[in-house]
């Protein structure tokens, strides 16, 4: 079955510091990649998405996303965090039916000021 | 970008009673929405995929008998819990997909079975 693993369980950062947080995924066909954002007390936005083109994708907030198909991975960068980025943070690909959504485990951001 | 809403956002009943969801999309129209659980510490679990007009899909492991979907429009799919207990307790997530196949969230409803 497809999976999502996220090797960042909590991440501790101060401002300013630049972030990157592991994704990869199990299939090795055509992919559709996502990262979501869910801060505290709100419901999940997309961050970015990856359909083809262009492997660097970029998103809102100053984050941006590389698709690297040799290393099955996906991984979520931002130059210089900010204290407001504190939120939790999920990888997930489009299942091989195409029809829903799987979920890495989630990465927790705690950015200090 | 598009909203989704969920009602209610909070619900406590009693064990044994049913607890009905609503999921709507409010400025787009969704042939497809999801139905997800997370729990504490943990990611999303797809339940289900609700398509509008037709029986749901059920991920492996979900009761079909006792999470009810219904998607009766292009903008509505209820989950229904039926026959509550304690171990139901939890955060259910709906999404809708456009036709972008980009997903949108709902704000979730925590549900307590006392």
């Known amino acids: 079955a497809q999976s999502v693993s996220q090797h960042n369980h909590h991440v501790i950062l101060s401002e300013a510091a630049s972030l990157e947080l592991g994704c990869n995924y199990s299939?090795?066909?055509?992919?559709?990649l996502f990262w979501y954002v869910q801060y505290p007390g709100q419901h999940l936005q997309l961050l970015l998405k990856?359909?083809?083109?262009?492997?660097l994708v970029k998103g809102i907030k100053g984050f941006e996303a590389e698709f690297i198909k040799s290393k099955f991975s996906f991984n979520l960068r931002k130059p210089s965090v900010q204290w407001s980025d504190t939120a939790e943070y999920f990888c997930?690909?489009?299942?091989?039916?195409?029809?829903?959504?799987?979920f890495g485990k989630g990465t927790t951001l705690s950015v200090s000021s | 970008g598009a909203v989704v809403s969920q009602h209610p956002s909070r619900v406590i009943c009693k064990s044994g009673t049913s607890v009905k969801i609503e999921c709507r999309s409010l400025?787009?129209?969704?042939?497809?929405m999801f139905w997800y659980r997370q729990f504490p510490k943990k990611s999303l679990m797809l339940m289900a995929t609700?398509?509008?007009?037709?029986?749901?899909?059920?991920e492996q492991g979900v009761e079909k008998d006792k999470f009810l979907i219904n998607h009766a429009s292009l903008t509505l799919s209820t989950l229904t819990v039926t026959s509550a207990h304690p171990e139901d307790s939890s955060f259910y997530i709906c999404?809708?997909?456009?036709?972008?196949?980009?997903?949108?969230f709902g704000p979730g409803t925590r549900l307590t079975v006392l």
């Open positions: 999404s809708a997909r456009n036709g972008r196949n980009e997903q949108f």
């Open positions: 299939y090795g066909g055509t992919v559709n």
């Open positions: 990856y359909f083809s083109g262009d492997p």
């Open positions: 997930a690909v489009i299942n091989q039916a195409g029809t829903a959504l799987i």
């Open positions: 400025d787009f129209q969704a042939t497809t």
């Open positions: 609700s398509n509008e007009g037709s029986k749901a899909t059920y």
